[in-house]
């Protein structure tokens, strides 16, 4: 493993495959030189978003959002590592002074947080500790949290990125589990069930599976995920994908690199279409006109 | 009956005939016209045919062989193998089958083949010509085949299977149905062998390539004291279609899941995640 420290970092850019740690605003700021792709950029190269948006996305990286913020903090707390946590004494980013501090915050690297907000995330970590499953796979004692993991694909070429929330250490005689954290509306199994298709996180966990395998950390891998409400009383579950989830997940990130490697070498990221589609009523509109008309 | 898989243009074929293919070509004629004739004079005997298939479904090296099984779309597809629809033929007689590349084009990477089964008796033919692409199906995406063995043998798999259904195709249902029963038969008796002993060869013999008992044990959902000839036979059919490469051991015995224990297995007792340092 290679440690960079942030400031050499910020010059250092990565041309082996490994895992490194790296401070995250490096990582995401990309530091291959020829490109690589991450499981969240590989999920907007293909419908519903395209090339364009992902290309966009890159080059002007949006600011965080109050969700981004508290999901961001409560890694902060779980994992222990990730930017600062700001604490703004504030009711909500309504007020003038409550807004400079949050902007202060993002200037300095900092996550900005409201102060009810950091109470919720404190009482999350809290509660996940005591879960027993989830503690122990958030153990220090059996790995290193956020592990930057970088290796090219064997049938495109392209490189590909991956930050893993925690990274197990290695034992031959066992499999690595590779967790991750997950803030959610709800933790019950049916809702994340839907959350996953929702979000792609099936093809994020392929992803992270190929990852390990990728830098040649093992040739067995399992993943799961570690899902926590974002209410009291702060439940945990924790979910594996099944093999059908994970074989869907593999599919679309194929997909995903082949169309990397395609704007890559074009240099063109196309956005939906450049013919004229035809477009349809949704299914069930169909059926209830043709319900009413009687055909 | 003659279906076509495909559609496509044929390359020009050479218009130049060898002496040996214009010798073939009258040869064929005669051959075709020698079969039927030989197949009029000397008509199968049912009775016969019908002995010969219980004697050979009977034996256990027939058995073993006489049922595939591979995955597609998340299901396993099984059915009966080409080992199977040979003998079958051969038992019931004045049946001729084959497959032949009728044409090859490199550039396009493709082969344009025929497989056909004849009841030269009946008057029979099932035929049907298919392209035969020249790449082969991988998990990392379809592969470009360009050494000539993997044309070969990609060509010779995708032909086996069409002559193996049009075999079938000629045979009388009630011949193939009880050749079937049968071989389940044989399979589930293990050629008389204790099932105390079946048991402990097929688990030495899983162990050989990596699957462990409680793999096994998951997969006929029950416990190894508990297996009955079936399962026995189940088992024997997987591993046959695992050495012949027809399944991988992943997709019949997929990785065990996820467990608390697991997980707890490695972590120390007592142990935390970092504490809090946040600002």
């Known amino acids: 493993m290679r440690t960079l420290d942030w400031n050499t970092a910020?010059?250092?850019?990565?041309?082996?495959?490994?895992?490194?740690?790296?401070?995250?605003?490096?990582?995401?700021?990309?530091?291959?030189?020829?490109?690589?792709?991450?499981?969240?950029?590989?999920?907007?190269?293909?419908?519903?978003?395209?090339?364009?948006?992902?290309?966009?996305?890159?080059?002007?990286?949006?600011?965080?959002t109050p969700e981004f913020s508290f999901g961001h903090a409560a890694h902060r707390l779980v994992l222990g590592v990730g930017p600062d946590i700001a604490v703004v004494d504030a009711d909500n980013w309504r007020t003038k002074a409550a807004q400079e501090q949050r902007d202060d915050a993002i200037a300095a690297g900092l996550t900005p947080l409201l102060q009810a907000d950091y109470n919720i995330v404190k009482a999350m970590a809290e509660a996940l500790r005591g879960h027993p499953?989830?503690?122990?796979?958030?153990?220090?004692?059996?790995?290193?949290?956020?592990?930057?993991?970088?290796?090219?694909?064997?049938?495109?070429?392209?490189?590909?990125?991956?930050?893993?929330?925690?990274?197990?250490?290695?034992?031959?005689?066992?499999?690595?589990?590779?967790?991750?954290?997950?803030?959610?509306?709800?933790?019950?199994?049916?809702k994340?069930?839907?959350?996953?298709?929702?979000?792609?996180?099936?093809?994020?966990?392929?992803?992270?599976?190929?990852?390990?395998?990728g830098v040649d950390r093992t040739d067995k891998a399992a993943f799961v995920?570690?899902?926590?409400?974002?209410?009291?009383?702060?439940?945990?579950?924790?979910?594996?994908?099944?093999?059908?989830?994970?074989?869907?997940?593999?599919y679309y990130n194929r997909q995903a690199r082949l169309v990397f490697a395609q704007c890559q070498q074009s240099g063109v990221w196309p956005g939906y279409s450049r013919e004229v589609e035809l477009i349809s009523l949704p299914a069930y509109a169909q059926n209830r006109y043709f319900q009413e008309t009687g055909q | 009956m003659t279906t076509v898989d495909r559609v496509q243009t044929p390359a020009l074929p050479s218009t130049r005939i060898s002496q040996a293919t214009a010798v073939e070509q009258s040869r064929a004629v005669a051959e075709v016209q020698a079969a039927v004739f030989v197949a009029q004079q000397c008509p199968r005997n049912v009775q016969n045919a019908i002995a010969s298939m219980r004697e050979s479904c009977a034996q256990q090296a027939l058995a073993e062989r006489a049922f595939y099984k591979f995955p597609r779309g998340g299901t396993t597809v099984s059915g009966e193998s080409i080992h199977l629809a040979r003998e079958l033929a051969r038992c019931w007689s004045n049946i001729q089958y084959g497959i032949v590349e009728l044409s090859r084009d490199d550039t396009a990477r493709q082969s344009e083949m025929s497989a056909w089964a004849w009841d030269v008796q009946a008057n029979t033919r099932v035929s049907n010509t298919f392209i035969a692409p020249h790449v082969r199906d991988t998990r990392s995406g379809a592969q470009k085949l360009t050494d000539l063995r993997d044309v070969y043998e990609n060509n010779a798999n995708l032909g086996a299977r069409r002559v193996r259904e049009c075999i079938f195709a000629v045979l009388p249902p009630f011949f193939v149905e009880e050749a079937k029963e049968l071989c389940v038969k044989t399979l589930a008796d293990g050629g008389g062998k204790p099932l105390a002993q079946r048991i402990a060869d097929a688990v030495k013999a899983f162990a050989g390539i990596g699957v462990?008992?409680?793999?096994?044990?998951?997969?006929?959902?029950?416990?190894?004291?508990?297996?009955?000839?079936?399962?026995?036979?189940?088992?024997?059919?997987?591993?046959?279609?695992?050495?012949?490469?027809?399944?991988?051991?992943?997709?019949?015995?997929?990785?065990?899941?996820?467990?608390?224990?697991?997980?707890?297995?490695?972590?120390?007792?007592g142990a935390g995640i970092p504490r809090d340092e946040a600002s």
């Open chain 2, 212 to 269: 462990v008992m409680d793999q096994l044990e998951q997969k006929l959902g029950r416990a190894g004291d508990k297996w009955t000839e079936l399962d026995v036979a189940q088992l024997g059919v997987t591993f046959k279609s695992l050495q012949r490469g027809e399944v991988t051991k992943d997709e019949e015995f997929p990785p065990a899941r996820v467990t608390a224990a697991e997980i707890l297995e490695d972590a120390p007792p």
């Open chain 1, 225 to 250: 995920f570690v899902v926590q409400e974002k209410t009291p009383p702060y439940l945990v579950s924790v979910f594996e994908p099944d093999s059908l989830a994970v074989e869907a997940g593999r």
């Open chain 1, 10 to 64: 910020v010059q250092t850019s990565i041309t082996e495959p490994g895992v490194y740690e790296l401070p995250a605003d490096v990582y995401h700021r990309d530091p291959v030189p020829a490109g690589s792709l991450s499981a969240s950029g590989a999920r907007k190269l293909l419908p519903p978003y395209c090339p364009a948006i992902y290309r966009h996305e890159k080059d002007h990286r949006p600011p965080p």
């Open chain 1, 192 to 213: 994340f069930e839907k959350a996953m298709y929702d979000y792609d996180y099936h093809r994020q966990a392929a992803w992270y599976m190929d990852a390990v395998v």
């Open chain 1, 133 to 190: 499953i989830a503690g122990a796979l958030f153990s220090i004692e059996t790995g290193r949290p956020e592990q930057s993991l970088f290796w090219q694909d064997k049938e495109t070429g392209i490189w590909c990125r991956a930050m893993l929330d925690w990274l197990r250490h290695n034992d031959s005689s066992r499999r690595l589990v590779i967790p991750d954290y997950k803030t959610a509306a709800s933790a019950s199994p049916a």
